[in-house]
Structure formats: C-alpha cells, structure tokens
C-alpha cells in the first residue's frame, strides 16, 4: 500500500465516502490490501447477506451487561462469565450461550441435523450409522466381540486407519486402547499371566493342589 494511500484515505464502494484507512477491514488479496467497503457497509452488507439466508438478526441485551458478566443470546439472562464455556472461534473467547443453553443448543442441532444424539457420535467419531452399528452388532451375537459380555455401546476402530472392527464393552475397549493395539502387548500380557496365576495341580488321582509359580519368593515390603 502506498504512504499516498494511507494520507488520502480511501474510497468506499458502497457509500461512495472517502474515509481513513483504519475503517475499511484489511484484504491481503487487493492491491491497497484493504476492502472494497468500508467498516460499517460491510456490517450491513453482511446483515443483508444473513437475513437472505435466512438467519434471524441478532440478539443484543436491553440491559447494560456489567464487567464480569455475559448476555446469553439463548435465555436472555445476564450471567457471570465463569457460566459460560471458552472458544477460539469467538472474538471475545466467549460461546454466545451459557453453559446450559450451549448443551441444550448442541443437542437440538444434532437431532436437527442427524435424527437424534445416538445417530450423531457414531455418525460423527467413525463415519458409520446407528443402523450400521446395530447390523455389525447383531452379527457378533449382540455381546462383545472381545469378552462376550451382553449389550455392549463402544465402537472399537483401527487408530491407524480409522476403520471400525466391531463393538465392544467400555472394560475391552479402554482395555485395547491401553494396550494401545498392539498385539505385542497383548501377548506379552498373555504370557505374563500364564506365567503368574493360580493354577491347579494334579498331585494324586482326584487330588489337586492350588500352586502358583511366584510361591516361594520372598515377600515384598508392603506385605
């Protein structure tokens, strides 16, 4: 941009003023690398834009809205920041609903959008169904694929592709993914466990004595 530019101010498109640099909106693909339209033009453009659309006008407080506090667009009321959840995508790091109102608002839009709440986390997290999920739980039996338990909720997927492998109970599918999918670990616990449980020992024809292979070591310090 050049020093000119920046001491005559511009021309907005729209309202046809010539106003100082500082009200038009930056634009790093124009040659001046300001916008066509003023501040204010925009706002309106913008608005004129939303409500073609469809998109109701925005909400603003009747009441003054003291420090330390936020208006929720949702209910109307005037809350303390704190009730209100962080974001990034906000200027002020502030979702425009508190707390209750955000889940509130959340659910509605996945209901809106996906037929209800259930539809949505399979749908969203693995790219698959409700429907898909129970067809791939009915073909395990309706148990857990992993220890048989009945009725299990979790999609179990393939971290690495992203690929769904079946349906698990909350214990086998927090239990792989300590084990983090690794059939080495998996093994290696197999082994460690055959090599420290309980078992049962034929001494005498129908006789059994309960030995383990940790008997006889010396007790630890907590013991």
Known sequence: ?????????????????????ADF??????????????????????????????IEERK????PV???????????????VAEFARTKAERIGLHPYCLPCH????AASKTRIFGSTREYHPR???GIGQAEADELLAEQGGVCAVCGVADPQHVDHDH?????????CFN????????????VLLANAITYLKGTTWRRALIHPGVYRISSPARGRPPSRSS
């Open 1 to 21: 941009m050049s020093d000119s530019g920046e001491s005559d101010g511009k021309a907005c498109l729209q309202c046809g003023r010539t106003l100082p640099v």
């Open 25 to 54: 909106h930056r634009n790093v693909r124009r040659p001046d690398g300001l916008a066509f339209y003023c501040r204010h033009c925009a706002a309106q453009r913008s608005e004129t834009s939303r409500r073609k659309r469809g």
């Open 60 to 63: 603003q407080s009747s009441a």
């Open 66 to 80: 003291p420090d330390g506090s936020k208006w929720c667009a949702a209910c109307g009321q005037i809350k303390p």
């Open 103 to 106: 889940t509130a608002q959340g």
């Open 124 to 126: 969203h997290r693995h």
């Open 160 to 168: 690495r592709t992203g690929w769904v492998r079946g349906i698990l």
């Open 172 to 183: 086998c599918n927090g239990g792989l993914g300590q084990f983090r999918d690794d059939p």
